[in-house]
């Protein structure tokens, strides 16, 4: 037998071995490349003649899966390492403001409207006891009965004073938007108000049995005006003083609180690995 026979009986009793293992390799070499396709997020064409296939068709899809895993998770690492921070430092911020602004201005604004109810009462206190000394005979006016009726109704006139007029004059705290010259007609509107209230109630509530004439305590606390007055500018320029104090605190509290929001967005937004990830997967998908 000849060297062609032996090789073309050879080949007829091997061809369905040798057809079969080269399918075999195709396939596998067919399955690296899917693989390599989803990896790299890039579509492959392999051509047979007429015959093609495309492999990675389906892998945007398996991209956008795992970008979508990864958005739940950067939505947890950000909540637990962005908002959650804001959110708790924000909170902190706004309850030290509500302190100042509720709590804190307010009362340094009514003890300077105490002090200077004190200052109001000691003035027209010793012009009573001027009055009521020229009407006793050697008597210490400072214990006698009048006297001591007298300083209670002032008090409580003027405590009613500063609760009705001056904390309605104080909603808002308009007075910090006025001029120095608008403020000084505010308080002078304030101050015949203040004024009137206080004459008319010791009027209303003046002992019939006094030993001071009402007309003569009026027109002697009338001379008292111009100073009256004074106390109660004082006090008003005092209480805008509070308040440009207390803003510019608070003003300081809100540039605290967006830098310290700046530096957790920039530290989150540097050092968060989800955010790495899908850069990384953006720039495999678009190459």
Do not use: C, W
């Amino acid at each position: 037998m000849g060297a062609l026979e032996t090789i073309s009986l050879l080949f007829k009793k091997y061809s369905l071995t040798i057809a079969i293992i080269g399918f075999a390799v195709v396939l596998v070499l067919v399955f690296i490349l899917y693989l390599i396709s989803i990896v790299s997020g890039k579509e492959m064409n392999l051509g047979f003649g007429k015959f093609s296939l495309k492999l990675g068709k389906k892998n945007s899809s398996k991209v956008q899966r795992i970008k979508t895993l990864l958005n739940d998770l950067g939505e947890t690492e950000t909540y637990k390492n962005l908002i959650g921070p804001i959110v708790d430092k924000t909170k902190e911020k706004t309850e030290e403001k509500d302190v100042i602004k509720l709590k804190e201005t307010v009362t340094r604004q009514m003890a300077a409207a105490e002090d200077a109810n004190i200052r109001i009462k000691a003035l027209m206190s010793n012009k009573y006891a001027e009055l009521l000394e020229e009407n006793l005979n050697g008597e210490n006016v400072r214990t006698h009965k009048y006297y001591k009726y007298y300083q209670i109704i002032l008090a409580s006139i003027l405590d009613d004073t500063k609760r009705k007029i001056l904390k309605q004059s104080l909603e808002n705290n308009d007075i910090i938007k006025f001029s120095d010259l608008e403020l000084e007609k505010f308080i002078e509107q304030k101050s015949e108000i203040m004024i009137t209230v206080i004459f008319d109630y010791l009027d209303l509530l003046h002992s019939e049995n006094s030993s001071i004439d009402m007309d003569e305590l009026r027109k002697e606390n009338k001379v008292l005006v111009p100073q009256l007055k004074n106390i109660i500018k004082d006090l008003y320029f005092n209480i805008k003083g509070i308040i440009q104090h207390d803003l510019e605190i608070i003003k300081n509290i809100d540039y605290d609180l967006g830098k310290t929001i700046t530096e957790l967005t920039e530290t989150h937004n540097k050092n968060n690995p989800i955010q790495k990830i899908k850069k990384i997967i953006d720039k495999d998908k678009n190459e």
